[in-house]
């Protein structure tokens, strides 16, 4: 009986494609490994296989690397995750199971890219979730597939310049709390309200549930799957207006120095 692949938690990502190869990332479960095939054609007659061996100190997520691909071509492909009990490299492309993804139309693609053709890109920062409960911060990921989907724009990658998350995210209250953090106060209709800089979050575990939570949206999934994807942090993935200094011994968060590390850590 042919092995079933599920679906990753997270993912897949189009990391840095060239002439020649590209970078997918995935995030599968305990006791998974991710497995790729990818084709130059739909029907994937020609499909290769990889795989993906995913890092639980990573959140359980990894990287593969796949060389020697054609320039200029449309590479299809579908990323999901089997248990680490299989040797995936002993086994055959069609002893897997892929039905789910073509029934749910996650069969996504990349193009790898011609030498010297000119390239336009996107590039945009500061991914927050919203406040007043609107949640707005993805809309635009929503309009980006739609013109895509319309060829309405040729974007080669997109660049992600910082706040991917915010570790530290404003909420309000309609009375001042007792708290040292940071408070903005504002009048809205006759009354007074307060904005509040979060608290860094106190945990390896809330730090990676962040990315967990942003990158559910299904929209920015398949963008980011779709698309070539560059990323830098800046300092929300930690907390706000962050330096060094502020894990040093006696500082604001010396009481509690991982959290630097939780930060770079997840993201």
Same mark, same amino acid.
């Given at each position: 009986?042919?092995?079933?692949?599920?679906?990753?938690?997270?993912?897949?990502?189009?990391?840095?494609?060239?002439?020649?190869?590209?970078?997918?990332?995935?995030?599968?479960?305990?006791?998974?490994?991710?497995?790729?095939?990818?084709?130059?054609?739909?029907?994937?007659?020609?499909?290769?296989?990889?795989?993906?061996?995913?890092?639980?100190?990573?959140?359980?997520?990894?990287?593969?690397?796949?060389?020697?691909?054609?320039?200029?071509?449309?590479?299809?492909?579908?990323?999901?995750?089997?248990?680490?009990?299989?040797?995936?490299?002993?086994?055959?492309?069609?002893?897997?199971?892929?039905?789910?993804?073509?029934?749910?139309?996650?069969?996504?693609?990349?193009?790898?890219?011609?030498?010297?053709? $000119? @390239?336009? %890109?996107?590039?945009? /920062?500061?991914?927050?979730?919203?406040?007043?409960? *609107? &949640?707005? #911060?993805?809309?635009?990921?929503?309009?980006?597939?739609?013109?895509?989907?319309?060829?309405?724009?040729?974007?080669?990658?997109?660049?992600?310049?910082?706040?991917?998350?915010?570790?530290?995210?404003?909420?309000?209250?309609?009375?001042?709390?007792?708290?040292?953090?940071?408070?903005?106060?504002?009048?809205?209709?006759?009354?007074?309200?307060?904005?509040?800089?979060?608290?860094?979050?106190?945990?390896?575990?809330?730090?990676?549930?962040?990315?967990?939570?942003?990158?559910?949206?299904?929209?920015?999934?398949?963008?980011?799957?779709?698309?070539?994807?560059?990323?830098?942090?800046?300092?929300?993935?930690?907390?706000?207006?962050?330096? $060094? @200094?502020? %894990?040093?011994?006696? /500082?604001?968060?010396?009481?509690?120095?991982?959290? *630097? &590390?939780? #930060?770079?850590?997840?993201?």
């Amino acid at each position: 009986m042919p092995i079933t692949v599920n679906f990753p938690t997270l993912g897949p990502v189009i990391g840095h494609v060239n002439t020649t190869s590209a970078r997918l990332w995935l995030r599968g479960g305990p006791g998974q490994q991710g497995i790729i095939i990818y084709a130059s054609t739909k029907d994937f007659l020609d499909a290769k296989k990889s795989t993906i061996q995913l890092n639980p100190n990573l959140d359980y997520s990894g990287t593969v690397y796949l060389p020697e691909l054609t320039p200029g071509n449309r590479y299809y492909y579908m990323a999901g995750t089997v248990s680490d009990d299989l040797n995936i490299n002993s086994l055959a492309i069609s002893d897997f199971n892929w039905s789910a993804f073509k029934k749910h139309h996650k069969r996504q693609f990349f193009e790898t890219d011609i030498e010297g053709m $000119p @390239a336009s %890109f996107l590039f945009g /920062s500061c991914r927050h979730p919203g406040v007043w409960n *609107l &949640n707005r #911060g993805d809309a635009c990921f929503k309009a980006i597939n739609k013109l895509q989907r319309r060829k309405s724009l040729n974007t080669r990658f997109i660049i992600m310049c910082g706040d991917q998350v915010y570790a530290d995210v404003l909420h309000y209250e309609d009375h001042k709390p007792d708290i040292d953090d940071e408070i903005h106060e504002i009048k809205r209709d006759r009354h007074r309200h307060y904005f509040i800089a979060g608290k860094a979050k106190s945990s390896q575990e809330q730090y990676f549930q962040l990315y967990r939570d942003a990158w559910s949206n299904t929209e920015y999934r398949y963008l980011l799957s779709h698309t070539p994807t560059y990323m830098m942090m800046d300092d929300h993935e930690i907390i706000n207006d962050w330096s $060094p @200094a502020f %894990f040093e011994e006696n /500082s604001r968060y010396g009481n509690i120095p991982e959290i *630097l &590390n939780w #930060g770079l850590t997840a993201y």
